[in-house]
C-alpha cells in the first residue's frame, strides 16, 4: 500500500505565492522521479514540473522560470513552489510519484489551486 499525501493548495490572488507538498509513504522502494500534474474544468491532466532520482528536472513551457520543483529524499517528499501566479494556473495538482525502473506509478488524492484576477 502506497500513500501520497499532499497539501499546500488553496486560494490566493494574481501575482501570489504557494508552496505545494507531496510526502509518500508505505512500500514505496527505489523511486525513479516524482511529479506535479495538473487538471483545468474541461481540460486533460498535463505535467507540470517532474524531479528525478539524479536531481533532474523538467518544466512545462507554462511555469518555467516561476515554478521550482525539489526533493527530500530522505523523506520521500516533493515540493512545488508557485511563484508569480496566475489565472491560467487555477486547477487541481495532483502528486505522481514512479519507481522500481519505472514499475509502479501512484497519484494523490489531488489539491485545488485557485487564482483569482
Known amino acids: 500500500q502506497v500513500q501520497l499525501v499532499e497539501s499546500g493548495g488553496g486560494l490566493v490572488q494574481a501575482g501570489g505565492s504557494l508552496r505545494l507538498s507531496c510526502a509518500a509513504s508505505?512500500?514505496?522502494?527505489?523511486?525513479?522521479?516524482m511529479g506535479w500534474y495538473r487538471q483545468a474544468p474541461g481540460k486533460q491532466r498535463e505535467l507540470v514540473a517532474a524531479?528525478?532520482?539524479?536531481?533532474?528536472?523538467n518544466y512545462a513551457d507554462s511555469v518555467k522560470g516561476r515554478f521550482t520543483i525539489s526533493r527530500d529524499s530522505a523523506k520521500s517528499t516533493v515540493y512545488l513552489q508557485m511563484n508569480s501566479l496566475k489565472p491560467e494556473d487555477t486547477a487541481v495538482y495532483y502528486c505522481n510519484v514512479v519507481g522500481g525502473s519505472f514499475t509502479y506509478m501512484y497519484w494523490g488524492q489531488g489539491t485545488q489551486v485557485t487564482v483569482s484576477s
Open positions: 508505505g512500500n514505496i522502494f527505489s523511486i525513479n522521479a
Open positions: 524531479i528525478t532520482s539524479g536531481g533532474s528536472t
